[in-house]
């Protein structure tokens, strides 16, 4: 009886595993058309001709233009300084 309620449940669990596969597979070809719509879009970034030497010049400094900055603090590092 033992071995017959484990055979059950091998092929219930098979069936079920199935059954989880057909639900996903639509949430899958949309994010595999997503997915291929961004890696078929021309890339807008060129590569410039600066070397890693040119940017590490002193005097440089980064500007954000109608950017945000933030900072996160935990609660824990807050009090340990």
């Given at each position: 009886m033992v071995v017959?309620?484990?055979?059950?449940?091998?092929?219930i669990m098979a069936f079920a595993m199935l059954t989880v596969m057909i639900?996903?597979?639509?949430?899958?070809?949309v994010s595999v058309y997503r997915i291929n719509e961004v890696l078929d879009m021309p890339v807008k970034i060129k590569d410039g001709k600066k070397t890693a030497q040119d940017s590490t010049e002193k005097g440089k400094e980064l500007i954000l233009q109608n950017g945000i900055y933030a900072e996160l603090y935990n609660s824990q590092f807050e009090q340990a300084e």
């Open positions: 017959f309620s484990q055979y059950a449940m091998q092929v639900v996903m597979l639509p949430r899958v070809m």
